[in-house]
């Protein structure tokens, strides 16, 4: 399966494997439902949520990271630094994201990451709202 520049979500969606759509769909209604006033769209080929900024985004292993070898679907908080540590998303060795892989939709704890997602979105009040040129 190659993969190109999805014009949308849809399209993006459609191109998955089944086992990683189904862990996608999963995310992104856990993410849409609990931060309403997102804006979600695609950036490097995958689903990014913003309000002020980047909040998270959802990069499947079948959608390449440059050379990063991937297996499951990894769920990114774009400011994860500034989370509370307690593992369930890990820095790794990166400085700013924190992210979770997830392997099945069993795998998912849908309070836990809707916690996350408030504390993420308590982070992305505290910065001031960025005019980018795709904004209108």
Not at 92 to 111: H, Q
Request: aromatic share 14%.
């Amino acid at each position: 399966m190659q993969h190109s520049n999805f014009k949308s979500v849809s399209e993006f969606l459609d191109y998955l494997p089944e086992g990683e759509l189904a862990i996608v769909n999963a995310l992104r209604e856990i993410v849409l439902e609990s931060i309403p006033d997102v804006t979600e769209r695609l950036s490097y080929n995958v689903p990014y949520y913003y309000r002020h900024r980047r909040i998270c985004f959802i990069w499947p292993s079948s959608i390449p990271w440059g050379k990063v070898e991937m297996n499951g679907v990894l769920l990114g908080i774009c400011e994860g630094d500034l989370l509370r540590e307690d593992h369930y998303f890990s820095l790794a060795d990166r400085k700013k994201v924190a992210a979770r892989t997830f392997f099945s939709t069993s795998d998912i704890d849908e309070d836990l990451i809707r916690y996350y997602l408030v504390e993420a979105v308590k982070i992305d009040n505290t910065f001031s709202p960025i005019k980018r040129k795709y904004d209108t």
